[in-house]
Structure formats: C-alpha cells, structure tokens
C-alpha cells in the first residue's frame, strides 16, 4: 500500500514530484497561488485544455477541490474546514511536507519576525498537529535557520524543532542542510530541511532525536566526518567529479530544440545520462494522464528577444569570463571619478589576459584587437553586473525567479524556462503553465513559470528524502503487521 501524503504551500509541485517518484500518494495539495497550481494541477491531477476549464476549477467551492486532492487557496480556509479536515484525519496520514513561503525568513528580506508571512509556518505546525503524521518534511532556504539577532528572538528554525517535539504524540527531530548538487541535480542549492518522526515510532525504531545539523557534504567518501550519521538523513549520492554540471544538463538543447547532432566537436556527448533521463522520463507521470504516443518536442523553450546590442553584451560577458576578467569592467567607462585616459589604461591591464581575435562561443567575432574590444565596452558600457554566463563545466549558481540572471554558456542569449527546469531537475515531460514572466509590482503577487522553477524544491533532492523516509516507514508498518498478526 502506497504511503499517503499532504503537500503545502506545494507550488508548481517539485516536493510532490520527487514524493510520488519514492512512492508516496497524493491526498491533498494546498497552494494559494492560481499560476502555481495551474501547473500542479496539470501535472499531477489532469491535463489542462483551455483556459476556461482551470478558471472554472478555481471557481469550486474548496471542498470540491479537495476531492480532486488540490486546493487553490490559503491554507488557513483549508484548516478552517470541518469537512476537509475530518476527511484528512480519517485517511491516515503518512506524511505532511511543505514550505512555507521563505521571504519572511530570506537573509535577503527585512527579517522582521513578525512579518504576516511568518505566520505561515505556524499554520504548518496546526496542520500537523490536527493529523498527526507519522512523518514531516519542512523546507525552507538557509536564511530560516539565522537568529533574528535585531529583535532578540530565536530563529523560527529553532522554535519550530521544540514546537514539533512537543506536538500530539511529540516527534524527534533532525535538522539537515541539503545541497541539491550532492543528490545528482546539477545546481549549486543548499538548503535547510526539518525532518521528523513521531515519537511512536521512533521509539519503536530505537530512533534519537538530534538538535546537530546534518550536512550533505558529510557524506563525501573524502572526508573524514566525526559526526555518526542520524537516521532520518537522506543519502548524498554525488561529490567530487560526479557532481553534474551545466553541460550535463544541457548538452541536447539548443535555441532550435533538441540537438542531437554530435559531430562538431564543440559539443561531444557526455558520458553521464542526466540528459537523456531528463529527456525522457515518463515514469513520474500519473496514469490517467500519462501522455501516448509523445512527441519528440521541447515544451517551455521559448526564447526571450534581446537586442542586437544586448546579445553583444552577452558575448562580451562570456569572452571576460573565458579569461576570467571580472564582469564589473562593463562599469570603468561610466566611472565618474576616473578621467577618459585613466578609463583606457585601466582596461589596458584589466584586459591584458585577452587574446585576439577573441570569438563568442557562438563563433561571431567579437573583436580583432584590444582596441576594438575596448570600443566594444565603452558603447556598451552597463552598471549592472548581475548578468553572468554560466560555466559549463561547473554546477549551475542557485536557480532564482528573475529570467535574466544568467547568460547561456553557448548562445548569446538568458535561459529558457525549459534549460531553468533541467537545473531543478524537473524532467522534461514536466509542463509549466500560466505566463512565463512578470514585472513591476506584479511580481508581489504573480508567480509566473520562472518563478515557479526558481522556487520549487529539485524534484531528484526531494526523491532522496522521501526515500529514506518511505523506508522507515514501511520498516515500521512491516513490523506493526507482524506484531498484530494482520
């Protein structure tokens, strides 16, 4: 019998999708956003048509939804429901996994820890309370496990580890910082997990609870760790030259589509098959709504439509980083403290690595001559140095929700929503809906597909911990069977 599960704050479904692939089956899926959960529902519930048929979903009283195991709402209408919740609790329910939005808890936000979004972990921990899972995942970015040093209080991380040990039947608790690239997703992603187990079971299993965070990295055969692994901890799988990299996993995609063609000698064929798997990879897909007859083409590949002078700037950035000339130099023309001369003869040195003629990977031309690339960068001059070309032969930086963060490592040109997915490890059966990107304040409320990447949790990271959980658990129900002669 297949493990059940309830998924919240589950956006496009990333967490959903590495559970399913460990064996767990879905009961309910909570996600307030409507974009978001355009794509889960189409992913996991039934393929979407039309426009009309998910706005008519939306429409549903919550408890309709709730029989199609996705509710497009907030969490608190779903804990505010006599009939969803009474159905919950008599399902049984193995698992609760979810993350709460991490803006309030983001090194990068105001941490004001009694920002309304904080709330939201709380909301959590009633869900938990209220149906007493025999097993909980919580995940959230690093930045939830820092002290909220300015106002004094200890970080929500902390609080929620006690308030989990002291919930219903009481739960032990594991802290774990997880790098996705440690579990074959090639993306650079550390990230903060809360795994744990009802005391019941943990007693049963003769399972410790541990206030010691487990890191990923401790599992590198390299080193030479104290630190006796927990139990609850996920199995890192990739360290050293087996971490992928971003010509792993886009080493068949080009503008056009898939390439397949491997005689130019640019682009010889990896020996590792995360393409191929990412590729062709069927075997997520639940099977009422498991495709036939699949055609050989990419979804989500459509590319943003830069400027001429914009994809020269793209293949200037990737011809600094060939030399490894910081990106920044793009700003010494607009540099109001220097004088024309001292601009010139700053990039002279900064630029003293360069060989020439210098091409793009694309094979244009993009200089002849010192001069001429010096020309180059006083036309094209920009402050803004957060555009970067990703480095093939190295794991992708954390994905984000902004498209334009990085530039293809071949093609003048950001990425696609597609190429973002394969960073996720999301295959490519997997289809995103609802509009691509947004801007302006939009941004405060839409959740557009970039977004939906950028925030999800790697599918094949989420597989890994659902697989060491699935296997406590069906140890436990095993031994329960055998125990009471069922």
């Not at 505010?80 to 979810?98: C, H, P």
């Not at 005391?199 to 890191?215: E, H």
């Not at 950001?414 to 996720?424: H, S, W």
């Amino acid at each position: 019998m297949a493990l059940k599960y309830i998924d919240l704050f589950s956006g496009c479904g990333g967490l959903s999708l590495g559970l399913e692939q460990a064996g767990f089956e879905l009961v309910l899926a909570v996600e307030k956003s409507d974009m978001a959960a355009e794509t889960f529902y189409h992913n996991f519930i039934k393929r979407l048509h039309g426009e009309d048929e998910w706005q008519s979903y939306c429409s549903k009283p919550i408890e309709d939804q709730a029989v199609s195991k996705l509710v497009v709402n907030e969490l608190r209408a779903v804990l505010d429901s006599d009939q969803i919740m009474t159905d919950l609790v008599s399902q049984e329910v193995d698992l609760v996994a979810g993350g709460p939005p991490c803006q309030g808890f983001s090194m990068a936000g105001r941490r004001n820890p009694d920002d309304i979004r904080n709330q939201l972990p709380w909301q959590f921990l009633e869900m938990v309370e209220r149906v007493s899972p025999k097993a909980v995942i919580m995940e959230n970015v690093v930045g939830m496990s820092r002290r909220f040093e300015k106002h004094g209080k200890d970080s929500p991380f902390e609080q929620i580890q006690q308030i989990l040990r002291e919930t219903g039947k009481g739960y032990i608790v594991q802290p774990v910082l997880l790098n996705a690239m440690h579990f074959g997703v090639p993306q650079h992603r550390p990230r903060i997990m809360i795994l744990a187990l009802r005391a019941d079971i943990a007693k049963q299993q003769n399972m410790q609870d541990s206030t010691s965070v487990w890191k990923s990295d401790f599992d590198d055969p390299a080193l030479d760790t104290i630190m006796k692994k927990p139990e609850l901890a996920p199995e890192g799988t990739h360290f050293g030259d087996n971490i992928l990299t971003v010509r792993d996993a886009l080493w068949d995609i080009r503008s056009k589509g898939y390439w397949l063609n491997n005689t130019n000698e640019n682009y010889q064929i990896p020996e590792n098959s995360y393409a191929d798997h990412m590729r062709n990879d069927v075997s997520w897909m639940p099977t009422k709504i498991a495709q036939v007859n699949r055609k050989n083409a990419l979804t989500n590949h459509n590319l943003r439509n830069h400027a001429s002078h914009i994809q020269q700037r793209f293949r200037i950035y990737q011809i600094l980083q060939r030399y490894d000339v910081p990106a920044k130099v793009m700003g010494i023309p607009v540099d109001i403290e220097l004088s024309e001369e001292q601009k010139h003869s700053l990039l002279d040195v900064k630029l003293s690595s360069v060989s020439f003629p210098c091409k793009a990977p694309d094979g244009k031309l993009v200089a002849r001559s010192l001069k001429g690339l010096k020309k180059h960068i006083f036309d094209l001059h920009t402050k803004k140095h957060s555009q970067r070309p990703l480095r093939d032969n190295q794991p992708s930086p954390t994905v984000l929700s902004l498209p334009d963060d990085f530039v293809h490592p071949y093609e003048a040109r950001t990425l696609t929503v597609r190429e973002m997915a394969r960073f996720q490890s999301f295959p490519d059966t997997f289809e995103f809906r609802a509009k691509e990107t947004t801007g302006g304040l939009k941004r405060r409320t839409e959740v557009p597909q970039y977004t939906q990447v950028g925030n999800a949790v790697p599918p094949k990271m989420a597989h890994s911990v659902g697989i060491k959980i699935s296997q406590i658990l069906t140890r436990f129900k095993l031994h329960y069977k055998q125990s009471h002669h069922i």
